[in-house]
């Protein structure tokens, strides 16, 4: 299971992380709440493997796992389509999880010529359809409209059930709808405020 123990973490003179310790386990959905710049990106990236600490540990294991970053990372010279395949998923599977995020008539379209709401509901449907045990997920209906976002947030909820996760937002009801617990932060450095459930 995603795990820091210890963790502490410096960029420049700033220090995010002292001595920072959490768990998530692989069974649950784990969402950081806080003020932007209080460090859960920080705490995510560490979590994935992607950023090292300076001091303490931060075990990732073997699980499979898949990401949805702040940005949303496309490949510019492929398809709607050609994005989520590029990445294991079969064209059928890529096909529901396109139109489950109301892509389905877009699959042929590069990314260039999408809204930037459809680009970032490509990413979601890649996100989804991808899988694995564990989902990262950093504002991931960040920029969506209220309509669009409920048909992200349903492609979503599928894709946790039964998954452990963790989901970095600023939305209390994005929190109730797809997380099991909240840790609530501040900092830096982080410090963990209240860890309630979600629901």
Sequence with gaps: MPELIGVSKRFGEKT?????SLRAPEDRVICLFGPSGCG???ILRLMAGLLAPDSGRALRGRTRCS????????LPWASALEN???????????????AQVGLADEERALPASLSGGMRRRLAIARAAAYGGEYLFLDEPLRGLDEGTAQRALECLRGAL??????????????????ADEVVVLE???????ICKTAR
């Design 16 to 20: 995010v992380l002292d001595g920072f």
């Design 161 to 178: 059930r039964g998954r452990g996760g963790l989901l970095i937002t600023h939305s209390p009801e994005e929190a109730r709808l797809l």
């Design 187 to 193: 900092g830096p450095p982080v410090k963990i405020k």
């Design 40 to 42: 859960k990106t920080t």
């Design 84 to 98: 989520l395949t590029a990445v294991g998923v079969s064209p059928q599977r890529a096909r529901e999880a396109l």
């Design 67 to 74: 990401f949805l970053f702040q940005e949303d990372r496309l």
